[in-house]
């Protein structure tokens, strides 16, 4: 029977053992450098695709506005109504009007915070205008003309917009494409959830036994009116593995590293400071966040706006969460209790909490600021390859360098150093002093590509050569030879091109 694979096709698997790198190149650190690189681009990719959907969005209402607003205009020519016309030219309002017709949308509903439509279209109707250079004067001796310009200006923007759609359509079915092909966190879902939970077996039917003493034996253990003694097993039978279901369950909840907000709890977390009301109302409606876990998933939250230094953010969200905190300690009618006697209550009441949030601000703000210093002090680029020359037996820390001489007649030699010169001073001088320690001290500063390109060109110029994996004693001295013999060969050559410049 033939077997079908391809429902691995999507899963992307990481096997660091087939990864080649240069000897000079820390392996571990290119690994973390390429694993950082796939996230980063699937990032990039994963704004492109809202940026595109919030754009695609925009310009498909813009072209059905312009296409009202093009066929007003192509009704008032058609029926040579100059009035109308006139107004088209004239009335900015009016022309948006037209172009708004039924529509109820004011702004993106993905972009809330974009400029309203309205706004797009006067800009772009003030633009026609000008272009087409419709003055009062010539409003009233050329409506004709002007109207039939300020069409064509209309069509040709909504064409634009069309091209632009069918553009942005392409690539965003790419972008799809390539995020499809392997399996990723977001991906993943629950595809079912259900508990088992044991029942009471089901009551025994009385035996219609002639037999006295069996029927007698079988009621007494199946009685109702049986001693508790004898059901208690059964019940704790019964509570046990849904007890330690939801054991596991709140387990899982708690864990520290995985806790995450609820959609309600981050809604709520966006409503302002001070706003009683709102707060209050919302919290009847989503009863379910007031919970000690709902508050430590927020200040998670809060944690996090620090870091991305959203200074306001953090003092709002902890607001909240010491809301959702306080409520649940007051008991089952906690909500209205605390707005009731806290944030409505008496003066010393308020100012109590606001101190709180105050204490709890300022210590999430210092936590951040103490692990930023950390990580800083430890090396934020600690995981970045970088490229380093290793010391060999032969040479240890020194360097053979043959530096090509200047103004040589051979055009070779010439090249050679005149790409030597190009190089930074730096890297210049460490290596005219024939030091391997100040060579890579240099070459720690450059990133894994300049580093690498740098070997590159020393080991294709002979400029000084890198060694390759000394094992015993005879390598050490087949390696001394070699050597020296191209040491005293490079230093002939130099003399010679000193002599003929």
Same mark, same amino acid.
């Given at each position: 029977? #033939? ?5 691995? +096709? ?24 390429? @694993?950082?690189?796939?996230? $980063?681009?699937? !990032?990039?990719?994963? @704004? ?21 607003? @093009?066929?007003?205009?192509?009704? &008032? ?63 009233? +001796? ?8 300020? !069409? ?10 069309? +091209? ?12 799809? $494409? ?23 077996? *089901? ?12 029927? @007698? ?12 003694? #004898?059901?208690?097993? *059964? ?11 939801? &054991? ?26 001070? %706003? ?26 809060a944690f996090a706006a620090q870091f991305a230094g959203d200074e306001a953010a953090t003092e709002r969200i902890v607001y909240n969460a010491l809301i959702l905190q306080y409520s649940a300690t007051f008991g089952p009618d906690g909500i209205r209790v605390f707005f009731a006697r806290v944030l409505r209550g008496p003066e010393h009441a308020r100012a109590s909490f606001l101190k709180d949030v105050e204490f709890t601000t300022n210590h999430i703000k210092n936590r951040c600021r103490i692990l930023s210093e950390q990580e800083k002090a430890s090396g934020e680029d600690e995981g970045e390859a970088i490229v380093q020359l290793q010391p060999s037996l032969a040479s240890g820390d020194n360097l053979s360098v043959v530096i ?16 030597? +010169? ?8 460490? #290596? ?41 004693? $005879? ?21 010679? %091109?000193?002599?003929?410049?």
């Open positions: 029977m #033939v077997i079908d694979y391809s429902k691995w +096709d999507k899963l992307e698997l990481s096997d660091d053992s087939d990864i080649e790198v240069h000897p000079n190149v820390d392996k571990k650190s290119f690994i973390r450098w390429k @694993q950082r690189d796939i996230h $980063e681009k699937r !990032e990039r990719n994963k @704004q492109e695709i809202r940026a595109l959907e919030t754009s695609t969005e925009v310009n498909t209402e813009l072209v059905a506005w312009l296409g009202r607003l @093009q066929d007003g205009v192509a009704a &008032a020519i058609k029926d040579k109504d100059e009035d109308t016309q006139r107004r088209f030219l004239r009335e900015v309002p009016y022309s948006l009007k037209i172009a708004r017709g039924e529509s109820r949308k004011s702004r993106p509903i993905s972009n809330p915070q974009a400029p309203t439509y309205d706004d797009m279209l006067d800009s772009l109707v003030e633009q026609v205008l000008e272009k087409i250079g419709a003055t009062a004067t010539n409003v009233e +001796d050329n409506a004709s003309d002007l109207a039939a310009k300020y !069409e064509q200006e209309i069509k040709e923007h909504k064409d634009k917009l069309n +091209d632009m759609l069918e553009k942005g359509k392409t690539r965003y079915d790419e972008l799809i $494409e390539e995020r499809n092909k392997h399996i990723i966190s977001e991906d993943l879902h629950t595809g079912f959830d259900s508990t088992l939970i044991n029942k009471n077996a *089901a009551t025994a039917e009385p035996s219609t036994s002639s037999s006295s003493t069996k029927t @007698q034996s079988i009621e007494v253990i199946n009685s109702p009116e049986a001693k508790p003694a #004898v059901s208690a097993p *059964a019940s704790a039978s019964t509570s046990a593995p849904a007890a330690s279901v939801a &054991a596991a369950t709140d387990d899982d909840d708690d864990d520290p590293d995985n806790i995450k907000p609820s959609a309600a709890a981050l809604e709520f977390s966006k409503i302002p400071i001070g %706003e009683y009301d709102a707060a209050e109302s919302f919290l009847h409606k989503h009863r379910e966040i007031v919970s000690e876990r709902e508050k430590d998933a927020l200040m998670m939250e090509p001489p200047e103004n040589s007649e051979d055009e070779n030699i010439r090249k050679i150093r005149e790409a030597y +010169d190009t190089l930074s001073p730096e890297l210049r001088t460490a #290596v005219e002093s024939k030091s391997l320690k100040s060579v890579n001290k240099v070459l720690a500063t450059m990133t894994f590509e300049e580093g690498e390109a740098v070997i590159q060109f020393f080991e294709a110029t002979g400029i000084f050569d890198i060694d390759g994996n000394v094992y015993d004693e $005879e390598d050490f001295k087949k390696i001394q030879e070699e050597r020296a013999k191209e040491a005293a060969a490079k230093e002939e050559v130099a003399k010679e %091109e000193v002599k003929s410049a």
